[in-house]
C-alpha cells in the first residue's frame, strides 16, 4: 500500500468570480498541525491547477483530496447526457467535452457548456429554467452517491442541479475543466493507477471528515476556534496558529486534510466493494466512501 507523506484538501467553488471566496486549501505534513496555504489577494481556480503543475514537476510525496464530483451520473439511464450524440462514455473524454465547449470562458467558467443547446436540456437552472431531459425530484445520482444514500454515510447532491445553496453542479464541472487541463501530470484516482511517486488526486467530501470528527449531521460548519479545537482533537491533530478569520471554507478545508491523512491508511477506502473497473472509468468514486 502506498503511503503518502503530505496530504491537501482543497475545498473548491464554482462561482462565477475570478478569485471566489470559497476556494480554500489547506496541507498537513508527517508532523505538526495543518495549516491554510494562501495566495495574493485569493486563489483562483487557475492558481489551483498551476500550483498542482508545479506539484507534479517537483514529484512532491503528495494525496490531494478535491471537494468536488469528478463525473456526472452515467449507469443509472447508460449515458451521461441521452438522446445528444457527442454524449462520451468515459469520465475523461466528458472532462475534455466540457472543457472544450467552455473554452471561451475565463476563470474556468463553464458558462457555455450551460448553454449549449444539448447540454442544457439536462440540467435545473433555475426555479423557472429547468431542462426538458431533468430528472425530477433530486435529480441523477452516480453509483457513489446513491450508496452514499443508501448506506448513510453521505447525502450528496445531484451535479445536475444548478440551484440552492447546496448544489454541487457548477463546482464540478469547473473541476472538471481544470482536470482535463492537467493532462494527466497527476493521476486521479481511480481513473489512473496509484503511482510508485509523486502527486495523486482523489475526490473528497468534506462532510465525511466532519462526521468523522464528531460534528454532527447537518450541523457540520464551524465558524470559530473553540469548534475546529474539539474536531482536531477528535482526529488526534494538533491546532494550527490562530487564523485571520474562522470561516467554514478555512476549517472544512484544515479538518478534511487531517482527516485525509488519517483515512489514507485503510485499506478499505482504496478497495470499496462496490467500486468496479467499469464504474470507476465512467463515474469515478468518493475517497471515504466504502
Known amino acids: 500500500m502506498r503511503r503518502f507523506s503530505h496530504f491537501t484538501c482543497v475545498d473548491w467553488s464554482g462561482a462565477k468570480t475570478e478569485r471566489p471566496g470559497g476556494i480554500a486549501l ?62 462520451p462514455s468515459h469520465a475523461t473524454d466528458l472532462w475534455q467535452l466540457v472543457d472544450t465547449l467552455s473554452a471561451v470562458d475565463p476563470y474556468l467558467n463553464v458558462l457555455s457548456f450551460l448553454d449549449h443547446p444539448e447540454a442544457t436540456r439536462h440540467f435545473r437552472h433555475s426555479r423557472d429554467h429547468v431542462g426538458d431531459l431533468f430528472i425530477g425530484g433530486t435529480g441523477r445520482l452516480r453509483v457513489v452517491e446513491q450508496h452514499q444514500r443508501e448506506t448513510r454515510q453521505a447525502n450528496s447532491a445531484s451535479c445536475f442541479n444548478l440551484v440552492g445553496a447546496a448544489q454541487v453542479g457548477k463546482s464540478s464541472l469547473t473541476g472538471m475543466r481544470m482536470l482535463h487541463q492537467l493532462n494527466g501530470a497527476i493521476p486521479v484516482w481511480p481513473f489512473d493507477p496509484i503511482p510508485d511517486r509523486g502527486p495523486m488526486i482523489v475526490e473528497i467530501y468534506t462532510t465525511i471528515a466532519a462526521l468523522a470528527a464528531g460534528l454532527p449531521k447537518g450541523k457540520s460548519k464551524i465558524r470559530d476556534r473553540d469548534g475546529l479545537e474539539a474536531a482536531l482533537n477528535a ?42 473497473d467499469e464504474i470507476a472509468q465512467k463515474e469515478g468514486w468518493t475517497f471515504g466512501i466504502f
Open 26 to 87: 489547506a496541507t498537513i505534513g508527517p508532523d505538526g498541525p495543518p495549516a491554510l496555504l494562501s495566495a495574493n489577494p485569493r486563489w483562483s481556480r487557475e492558481n489551483v491547477r498551476d500550483w498542482l503543475l508545479k506539484l507534479a514537476l517537483e514529484k512532491q510525496d503528495m494525496l490531494i483530496g478535491f471537494d468536488l464530483s469528478m463525473a456526472l451520473p452515467f449507469h443509472d439511464v447508460g449515458s451521461y447526457f441521452p438522446e445528444w450524440e457527442a454524449s
Open 235 to 276: 482526529l488526534q491533530t494538533p491546532l494550527p496558529a490562530m487564523l485571520s478569520r474562522y470561516d467554514d471554507h478555512s476549517t472544512d478545508a484544515l479538518i478534511t486534510a487531517a482527516w485525509l491523512k488519517n483515512a489514507s491508511t485503510d485499506m478499505r477506502l482504496w478497495h470499496p466493494p462496490m467500486l468496479t
